[in-house]
């Protein structure tokens, strides 16, 4: 209608037009989305409906795959976790064999040496007793 009226009804036709236009555009939009709200969730809901074997196929073999995939996952991780186990295993008797070796060696180095002290310690006992015996050397240390 306008402003002209607002001549007429001292400015009162202008809010008054201002709240029956947005009411009336709010009945319009919420009827036109209501509406196409509607139509777009029939035609969906029709869709999915006459697919639905489609859709239930799908979902079945995607699934199934999805099992698949998770078993091979479990079996790789079970052949890498008995491979690593093999290996440390393997780690672990090379380590006990090279320290059982290294052990033997030192146990028969230490014998050696042992073996040697004695032999120094009886060739000084006896060279000890030598120059106990030896009466010169008794003379000089009486002397001193």
């Not at 009945?27 to 697919?51: M, V």
């Not at 489609?54 to 976790?81: C, H, N, P, W």
């Not at 015996?133 to 008794?138: C, E, K, L, T």
């Amino acid at each position: 209608v306008g402003v002209v009226p607002a001549l007429f009804t001292f400015g009162l036709s202008i809010p008054i037009g201002a709240a029956v236009g947005s009411g009336v555009g709010l009945a319009l939009g919420a009827t036109a989305g209501g509406t196409a709200g509607l139509i777009g969730g029939g035609a969906a809901g029709y869709t999915a409906y006459t697919k639905r074997e489609d859709i239930a196929g799908f979902a079945a073999k995607t699934r199934a795959k999805a099992v698949e995939l998770r078993q091979t996952g479990k079996d790789k991780v079970s052949e890498y976790m008995a491979f690593g186990k093999a290996k440390a295993s393997a780690a672990y008797a090379a380590a006990n064999t090279h320290v059982a070796a290294k052990a033997a060696s030192a146990k028969a180095a230490a014998a050696t040496a042992g073996a040697k002290v004695v032999d120094t310690t009886e060739a000084a006992k006896a060279k000890t007793k030598a120059l106990a015996s030896d009466p010169a050397v008794q003379v000089t240390a009486a002397s001193a």
